[in-house]
């Protein structure tokens, strides 16, 4: 059985460190769940759900080179369906006070059962899927930048019937006391998923596929890759995981409105894979979550401040000025953001670890024979 | 509906059209040369309309002269933006162009909220358009009237520089190839600066009348209809300047005219326009008057 097991540990031994390093996640977040305060917790949490939108949007956006201003729809679509179907019935009848809530949804909730919990979450991703898949029908059938246009089109048209359709939605007012399910392992359950799902894409061959669109259609096309199927691929992938992504936020933050998924939240994303470096899932993983860090510790920017004798007052909004500056000096001066096209892997951690070794055994040995 | 209201909402559909045809103008030209969505010309609409207020508000004005700054500074805007953030993108792959757009589009945004504030400002329009005229049976306002006549003026001036001078010839040239045009000694970065002078200036007009229709601004007035506007670009066919026209008054007549016909829909206008967008990308991609673009390889 050893002799088996080392067999297949060496052949598969990537999968094996991954799930290791799934592991020693697992133990981090235990660890977290009971030592760190709520308002740490919830940073983290938020944290991963960027992850998991700012992963998927980098794979349309810079793995495919497709350019959609699309997250902000799929995620709103994602969370009224967790919303709607989370919401215990008593407040159901209390959010909906000017109009009643459309049978059957005023009639039921899966209440705070875990497994449900998943279940509304695999739905919204389906929902955000079949958005990404009613968006992508006209778009890819052309080629150039239609896909954007088209996808805040989109974004536009949810947030009009999120305002509009109260029977369902509760218009402008939204919903709360939405129950916190949100813990930090289904955020970062989800966070791994969907990182592991997009980088197993990506170097896969419809992966290899989707970057030759990228880098040039004509020449893909012509060497036989199917261009609509690959970029509608990247994209239904990307709005599930978005879908998935507004499906958490919500249970996070408790309530839902239409103003939580405006283009805003599509900008801080395009920041986050922009410096990432398009392309980089690593890049995305790693900036996604720092930023939800750093805008915490940024808010501190925004307020006013006392440096010795000198007053600087608050200027609410400066963020948003120095995030898009920001953007456009990267997109001219920096390009390829902080990781490039780079990929953290186990391949390449095992190089660098025996090339430092090489570099060892030879000097050892060079040695040995000077002095010898 | 009764024939006055009908009246009243075909002109005010009207105004609202011609508003649009002079912003969709902008973005098909910039389209037409760079293969460029100028996100931030929904946003140097707003500055057009921030200039006006300011040199009537502050420096005291006259109106037709403060009218006429305005778009001589927006112009210049236009130009900075072109100059500061799209050349050096030219190169670059298509995608960094269009975020480098997006940036621009929320550092104008962002820059007017966090300057000139949030709260709407009252706009002072003139007499001439304030003024309710009546028309038979049908009271309308200057406004309806003054705007549609000023756009087509100023549509028909940039015809006849399109058409009838040599930058625009070099503009039509530079539209067809780029390269081969540089190569024909033309200085193609200066024909694209002034094509971003020239849509710059027209949104800024489009935007001072806009305020005079609205007669409120803030800094994020720009944003619907400038999307209204690119839609009426696509509709009309992107790319080309009368289909741009075409586009945009169908946009206005049918953004009027489905809230008067059907009230209960009012919420949800701004729907209806995007929904056509996407109808439109699925019919007819190409809009109205437009040709397939070839690929050029």
Not at chain 1, 275 to 284: A, E, F, H, K, R
Not at chain 1, 315 to 331: N, Q, T
């Amino acid at each position: 059985m050893g002799k088996h097991f080392f067999a297949a540990l060496r052949r598969h031994l990537n999968t094996f460190l991954t799930l290791m390093l799934v592991g020693l996640l697992f133990l981090a977040l235990r660890w977290a769940n009971t030592r760190l305060d709520d308002f740490t917790l919830r940073i983290l949490r938020t944290g991963a759900v960027y992850i998991v939108a700012a992963v998927s949007y980098n794979l349309i956006n810079g793995i495919t080179g497709q350019f959609s201003l699309g997250p902000n729809g799929f995620m709103a679509l994602g969370g009224y369906v967790v919303a709607l179907l989370m919401l215990p019935v008593p407040q159901k009848q209390f959010v909906w006070f000017l109009e009643p809530l459309i049978w059957p949804l005023n009639s039921f909730s899966f209440a705070s059962t875990w497994y449900f919990f998943g279940l509304s979450l695999l739905l919204a991703g389906l929902m955000g899927a079949f958005g990404a898949f009613l968006v992508g029908i006209p778009s890819f059938r052309l080629r150039g930048d239609y896909l954007a246009i088209a996808t805040f089109g989109f974004g536009e048209i949810i947030f009009v019937l999120a305002n509009n359709l109260i029977p369902l939605t509760n218009g402008p007012l939204g919903m709360k006391g939405i129950p916190e399910l949100a813990s930090v392992y289904w955020c970062f359950g989800w966070a791994v998923i969907a990182t592991l799902v997009v980088s197993n894409i990506a170097n896969s061959s419809y992966g290899r596929a989707m970057k030759a669109v990228r880098d040039d259609e004509v020449a893909a096309e012509a060497m036989g890759v199917n261009v609509f199927q690959a970029k509608m691929l990247a994209f239904v992938v990307s709005g599930f995981f978005a879908g998935v992504a507004g499906g958490l936020l919500v249970p996070l933050i408790t309530t839902i409105s239409p103003t939580l998924f405006t283009f805003t939240m599509t900008f801080n994303l395009l920041i986050i894979i922009v410096l990432g470096g398009l392309g980089s899932i690593t890049g995305s993983v790693i900036t996604a979550f720092s930023f939800a860090i750093a805008s915490e510790v940024l808010r501190a920017v925004e307020s006013p401040m006392n440096i010795g004798p000198i007053h600087i007052p608050g200027i609410a909004g400066m963020r948003m000025v120095v995030f898009s500056a920001l953007l456009v000096l990267l997109m001219i001066f920096y390009r390829r953001g902080i990781f490039g096209q780079f990929e953290l892997s186990w391949d390449w951690i095992r190089s660098l670890l025996t090339k430092a070794a090489g570099e060892e055994v030879r000097k050892k040995w060079t040695r040995g024979k000077t002095s010898s | 509906m009764s024939l006055e209201t009908f009246i009243q909402q075909l002109t005010n559909g009207v105004s609202l059209g011609s508003l649009y045809a002079l912003i969709a103008i902008g973005y098909t030209m910039v389209y037409g040369i760079l293969r460029l969505i100028n996100f931030a010309h929904s946003d140097i609409f707003m500055v057009g309309a921030y200039f006006a207020f300011y040199l009537i508000a502050v420096f005291r004005l006259p109106w037709l002269l403060s009218a006429i700054l305005a778009v001589a500074l927006t112009a210049c805007v236009g130009m900075t933006i072109d100059r500061v953030a799209y050349r050096p993108v030219r190169n670059a792959p298509r995608i960094s162009a269009l975020i480098t757009a997006v940036g621009v589009s929320f550092f104008l945004e962002n820059l007017g909220l966090v300057t000139v504030g949030a709260r709407p400002k009252p706009f002072q329009r003139p007499e001439l358009m304030a003024k309710v005229v009546r028309i038979g049976p049908a009271a309308i306002s200057g406004v309806s009237i003054w705007v549609p006549i000023l756009s087509i003026g100023l549509v028909i001036i940039l015809l006849y520089v399109i058409y009838r001078t040599k930058l625009g010839m070099a503009m039509r040239s530079v539209a067809t190839d780029i390269d081969t045009t540089r190569l024909m000694g033309v200085n193609v970065d200066t024909v694209i600066s002034y094509t971003f002078a020239i849509g710059s200036a027209l949104a800024a007009a489009g935007g001072i009348m806009w305020a005079c229709k609205y007669p409120q601004i803030n800094p994020l007035m720009g944003i619907y209809p400038g999307w209204k506007a690119f839609t009426a670009a696509v509709v009309g066919g992107i790319g080309n300047i009368t289909g741009a026209m075409i586009g945009g008054f169908l946009i206005g007549l049918i953004e009027i005219m489905a809230v008067a016909m059907f009230p209960s829909l009012s919420g949800y206008r701004d729907g209806i326009i995007f929904g056509l967008l996407l109808v439109f990308l699925l019919v007819r991609p190409t809009g109205i008057l437009g040709e397939t673009l070839k690929e050029k390889v």
